[in-house]
């Protein structure tokens, strides 16, 4: 029974030493990484599948059920910035599992020019995620997990290193397909600073539950996010009533799983959308919509959705099973 209260405890004493103010650095890391996740409104920690790209939400979600899978996945945000992933798990027994991944955020090409308007050449800016992950079920029910993460940026000469971890715990209830996750993301802070100030990662706690319909093949998915803190900062200066406050905290998904081979899924993150609304945005910012299916030991999925003003995202993940190919 001790094991059941060792994530939680970390939780409690790591935090409070990661919550120095000052500005985070890597903040590509809230992008979504998995197309499930993505559909769902962004964020999504609770759902369990064997869906490996979504380790990158939960740590907890990997399992010995993903034994030997391999996913790749490509987030084409806007103009040409993207951000890819590829993830690989394996199972360590029956009850745990490792995998190690890796994140590219890359910027596109930028004009070098001299204050006389002399080009130089073009400019290149970068950062990459190399990551672990580690998994073991404490219970029938319940399952922790963890992910270090070490971080390097490079921009033009400017480079910076961070390490972080996410730790993770997830309860299912198969009998109700009813399950639980929370977890803390992005827990540390840059070791070696672009200048001089060295910056938090952009850290967070989230909690989310997931319930399916008895009769029907659809589930729906409530995500607590931003639960470090309670207000947000309003440009105007204003402040939020509490059920707009509250809103602004939630992500709302919902799923349809007709059979194991196929999903639909659609999302809505309030915060993007209000937020997207004070700047004049695109209504339908914070809304997102995905797509998955299953051939054999291949599966690939999508999702669309508004990160930002400028244009609409597109994200593409591709998953094979070696072990379901028996290789």
Same mark, same amino acid.
């Given at each position: 029974?001790?094991?059941?209260?060792?994530?939680? *405890?970390?939780?409690?004493?790591?935090?409070?030493?990661?919550?120095?103010?000052?500005?985070?650095?890597?903040?590509?890391?809230?992008?979504?990484?998995?197309?499930?996740?993505?559909?769902?409104?962004?964020?999504?920690?609770?759902?369990?599948?064997?869906?490996?790209?979504?380790?990158?939400?939960?740590?907890?979600?990997?399992?010995?059920?993903?034994?030997?899978?391999?996913?790749?996945?490509?987030? &084409?945000?806007?103009?040409?910035?993207?951000?890819?992933?590829?993830?690989?798990?394996?199972?360590?027994?029956?009850?745990?599992?490792?995998?190690?991944?890796?994140?590219?955020?890359?910027?596109?090409?930028?004009?070098? *020019?001299?204050?006389?308007?002399?080009?130089?050449? %073009?400019?290149?800016?970068?950062?990459?995620?190399?990551?672990?992950?580690?998994?073991?079920?404490?219970? %029938?029910?319940?399952?922790?997990?963890?992910?270090?993460?070490?971080?390097?940026?490079?921009?033009?000469?400017?480079?910076?290193?961070?390490?972080?971890?996410?730790?993770?715990?997830?309860?299912?209830?198969?009998?109700?397909?009813? &399950?639980?996750?929370?977890?803390?993301?992005?827990?540390?802070?840059? *070791?070696?600073?672009?200048?001089?100030?060295?910056?938090?990662?952009?850290?967070?706690?989230?909690?989310?539950?997931?319930?399916?319909?008895?009769? $029907?093949?659809?589930?729906?998915?409530?995500?607590?996010?931003?639960?470090?803190?309670?207000?947000?900062?309003?440009?105007?200066?204003?402040?939020?009533?509490?059920?707009?406050?509250?809103?602004?905290?939630?992500?709302?998904?919902? %799923?349809?799983?007709?059979?194991?081979?196929?999903?639909?899924?659609?999302?809505?993150?309030?915060?993007?959308?209000?937020?997207?609304?004070?700047?004049?945005?695109?209504?339908?910012?914070?809304?997102?919509?995905?797509?998955?299916?299953?051939?054999?030991?291949?599966?690939?999925?999508?999702?669309?959705?508004?990160?930002?003003?400028?244009?609409?995202?597109?994200?593409?993940?591709? &998953?094979?099973?070696? $072990?379901?190919?028996?290789?």
């Amino acid at each position: 029974m001790r094991r059941l209260f060792l994530v939680p *405890v970390l939780f409690f004493l790591v935090f409070p030493a990661w919550t120095q103010e000052g500005n985070s650095g890597f903040d590509y890391l809230l992008l979504p990484h998995s197309a499930r996740a993505s559909a769902l409104g962004g964020t999504n920690v609770s759902i369990v599948e064997n869906d490996v790209s979504l380790i990158y939400n939960n740590p907890a979600f990997l399992g010995p059920e993903m034994d030997r899978t391999l996913n790749a996945s490509y987030l &084409s945000y806007i103009a040409d910035i993207g951000v890819g992933n590829v993830v690989f798990a394996k199972s360590i027994g029956d009850r745990g599992a490792w995998g190690v991944g890796a994140l590219y955020a890359h910027y596109g090409k930028m004009k070098e *020019v001299t204050d006389e308007d002399i080009a130089l050449g %073009d400019l290149t800016a970068n950062d990459i995620c190399a990551a672990f992950f580690f998994s073991h079920d404490l219970t %029938d029910k319940i399952r922790g997990g963890a992910t270090g993460k070490f971080l390097y940026s490079n921009y033009y000469h400017n480079t910076a290193i961070g390490l972080g971890v996410d730790l993770g715990l997830s309860y299912y209830d198969e009998a109700h397909d009813f &399950s639980i996750g929370l977890v803390g993301k992005n827990i540390g802070r840059q *070791v070696k600073a672009y200048e001089e100030e060295l910056a938090a990662l952009p850290w967070d706690i989230q909690l989310g539950i997931s319930k399916s319909l008895n009769h $029907a093949p659809i589930r729906f998915s409530v995500t607590g996010v931003y639960l470090k803190q309670w207000r947000f900062d309003n440009p105007d200066g204003t402040k939020d009533a509490f059920l707009k406050t509250l809103g602004k905290h939630l992500i709302l998904g919902i %799923d349809i799983i007709p059979s194991d081979n196929f999903w639909v899924g659609v999302g809505y993150n309030l915060k993007r959308n209000m937020d997207m609304r004070l700047q004049e945005g695109n209504k339908f910012g914070g809304f997102s919509i995905g797509a998955g299916l299953k051939v054999k030991s291949f599966a690939v999925s999508c999702a669309v959705g508004k990160y930002n003003l400028s244009a609409t995202s597109f994200l593409l993940s591709l &998953s094979t099973s070696f $072990a379901e190919m028996k290789l």
